[in-house]
Structure formats: structure tokens, C-alpha cells
């Protein structure tokens, strides 16, 4: 298990500014939720498993490819279910992530679930209730849009020059998206834990394959698959999408696709929230998706 107290005197200087009782939070979740690791398909697959909570919810990792980085979140939401929160393996298409997805909770003695995917995550659960409908019983989308296909055109164009980049230089251009989680909340213990959290899983943790099937994914999923609202048109299950109005991930224009691609979905807009509503506006963001889970 990661530990903030690092050998590595590099990541230890990385936690250098955060306040002692956030660092005991970090901790504390560690020691009680340690990393697990299982074998599928002659594959490690690292993953969070709550193991209490009668209904499972299932929180695949943001963008960082880690699902510790959303500690918080797994934290709130380990109260009322049982969290599953898997790394990405570095698998490069969405069929065989899925698979694993779905081998992974048969091995827990998990059939329906709740899923739930804030940023990058939000893509993967579009597609993941897309392929196991019958699996999914509710749906939480956060912090994004419908899947890109422009993005991951410019991304396609882009992954021959990132093959070959130097790995430093690939952190750094990855570590560079995810600046939009800083905001000018000075001070705020969450968020100054947040980002040394994020460096040390982008600079230190995160391997060179990982971030490139992370990419590659994103150019499977808009090449190989369509999207479109009759896909759940009968599917039973219900949906809610959250956003921030200041969020440059999800202008007006995208959150408008969302509503029309998930005509049938809750909508909820936090005035003033970014990209971290899941910080900046915690306490209402947790209220909204534990009222939406309760029903």
C-alpha cells in the first residue's frame, strides 16, 4: 500500500503543504480500505472493495486511470453501499475494460449495481451501461459531456507523436489537464490534498501504458461505437447528470447534448461549480446523488 510518509523524499515533499488532519484522512482510508488485486485473463486488476452496504455501487477511476484519487467520494459513499472502485488496467478498447469490469464483480458475488463516473469516468459508464444494460440499475454522470468524437480525433492524430514521447514529457502533458482542478480556493485543505494526491499518482504511480490506453480508449470509444437516445429508450433503470454552470469541461452547449442524448435523465446544475463540483460545492453535490441513490 502507498504511503504518505514516502521513502521517496520527492513524493513525501509533494505532501509538504498539506495540513497534518487531511493526511490522517488519506491514511486512515488507506489502512481501512486497502488496494485489492485480482487475476482476469492473465491481468492484474487493482481495485477498492467497501465489501459493506447491501447494493453495490460501482465507481470506475477518473482520468488519472486511479480510483483512489476520488478517496473522498469512495469515502461519503461507503456509508450507505458497498463501493467497487477499479484502477484501468492499461487496456486499450472498451470491449475487454467491460469484460473485466463484469468478471471482476461476478467474482465479488455482485449482479445489479449502481454506477457512477464523474470526468473521464463519466465517458466509461455512457458506454458501460450501453454494453451490460441489464447489469446497470441506476446511472450517476458528472462533470462531463456525451462522448467526444472530436476530441478523440485530435487525440488519434496525436497518439503516433505520443508513442514516442518521452515518458517525463508525457506526465507532464497529462498532469497539464488536470490543472482545472486547481481553482482559487486558497487554503482549502481538500482541494491542496486533492492536487498533491493527483501529482503523486501522475508523476509516480501512473505507468506509460496506462496513460496511453487511457487515450487510446477515449479513440475506440467515439471510432467504434455510436451514441444515441433510444440506446436506453427501454432500459428500466434511471439516470441523473450532474454539473458545474463554470465547468469548461461541459459549456452550455454540451450540457444541452447531455440533455438530449439522455432525455429521460435528472438534471442538476451547481452555479459557480468547475470541474471539482465534487469539492467545491461538496456538501450539496453529495446530497443530490445520496437523495437520487435512496429512491
Known sequence: ???ITSPNPKIAKLYQDVPEESLRRLQAFRERYPYRTITIKGRQWQFIDTREGETALFIPAGGTTIAEVSFMSLEHFAQQYRVIAPDYPPIDNLKELFEGFI?????LGVDQFYAMGGSYGGWIVQSLVRHYPERVRKLVITAIGPPNSE?????AKLMRWLRIMPTFLLRALINRSFVRLVSDRTGDPDLTMLWALV???VFYRVRREDMLAALQRLIDQTQNYTFSPDDLKDWPGSILVVFGSEDP?????KRQAMRRLYPQAEVKVFEGGGHGIALSHQQEYFAAIDEFLAR
Request: glycine letters at 0%; a negative charge.
Open 199 to 201: 501529482k503523486e499518482v
Open 1 to 3: 500500500m502507498q504511503t
Open 151 to 155: 476530441n478523440s480525433q485530435q487525440i
Open 249 to 253: 469541461s461541459t459549456p452550455p452547449e
Open 103 to 107: 468478471e471482476l464483480l461476478d467474482r
